[in-house]
């Protein structure tokens, strides 16, 4: 059986109590996580690590992030979105955890540790750089297709169809309103929590956003775990029948 993962940020607690649930009730075999492992939260190397010890004895695909691809500008100093932006999106609770906190003075202070703290994530690079931007699994009768954030299909405000795919397969805010399939895939994806597409929409469960015939369009498994909300899964079988496990954020104090 097959378990995606939505955003998870740094809440290594709640992913334990996730992947407990997970292996306990299923027999999994294979793990894909969404992005958006790392930020915000206070545990994003526990995470890393986890993953990593993982792949040991399961199949496990990464896929890039946005928080990621931020957090790697930041570090390879590529200068697409500036030094600043890592900051913004909590990129000072991903260096403090990898660093034990060494750095917190600085960062408070507002200084650019990038070269200073890089040595802390330089083991891990080879783990970020395996992130891919798309994977997808086909089953009889259903076809699925994982990325970040998805995709939007021109029929949300602000889809900008002039940035690359790729770009947008970690970045867009338009996925929830896809009126499509995406070349007969489902997209699944997180990057913007459930609680902010809609506030008629239960924030706790993952959003099945449907076409005019009723058709299954697209899949957001952010449930936003690390705003106290909950960690939610899919799980699928080998015929491709799915349901979802979320459990209760678990990582405060």
């Not at 059986?1 to 292996?23: K, N, P, Q, S």
């Not at 986890?50 to 040991?56: A, C, F, G, T, V």
């Not at 086909?138 to 770009?167: C, M, R, T, V, W």
Request: negative net charge; hydrophobic residues 35%; glycine residues 10%.
């Amino acid at each position: 059986m097959l378990g995606v993962i939505g955003d998870i940020h740094g809440c290594v607690r709640t992913l334990d109590a996730l992947l407990e649930r997970l292996f306990g009730e299923y027999d999994i075999h294979r793990l894909v996580f969404l992005g958006d492992i790392v930020d915000r939260g206070r545990y994003s190397k526990e995470v890393c690590d986890l993953i990593i010890d993982l792949r040991k004895s399961y199949e496990v695909t990464l896929l890039l992030g946005n928080h990621e691809d931020v957090m790697l500008d930041y570090f390879h100093s590529s200068l697409r979105y500036g030094p600043k932006q890592f900051m913004k999106l909590g990129g000072d609770k991903t260096i403090s955890s990898f660093t034990g906190g060494r750095f917190d003075r600085e960062l408070a202070q507002g200084k650019d540790v990038s070269l200073s703290a890089y040595r802390y994530f330089e083991p891990y690079m080879d783990f970020f750089n395996s992130a891919v931007i798309c994977d997808s699994v086909n089953y009889d009768f259903l076809k699925l297709h994982f990325s970040h954030a998805g995709i939007g299909d021109g029929s949300g405000n602000g889809d900008d169809e002039s940035f690359s795919p790729q770009f947008r397969f970690v970045w867009s805010r338009n996925t929830d309103k896809r009126k499509t399939d995406y070349f007969g895939y489902t997209m699944v994806h997180g990057h913007t929590p459930v609680v902010k597409i809609d506030p008629q929409i239960n924030p706790n469960k993952p959003y099945i956003n449907r076409g005019k015939k009723g058709e299954i369009c697209s899949i957001n498994l952010d449930t936003g775990c690390v705003y106290g909300y909950f960690l939610s899964s899919m799980i699928v079988d080998d015929n491709g029948d799915f349901e979802f496990e979320s459990v209760k954020y678990k990582d405060k104090g």
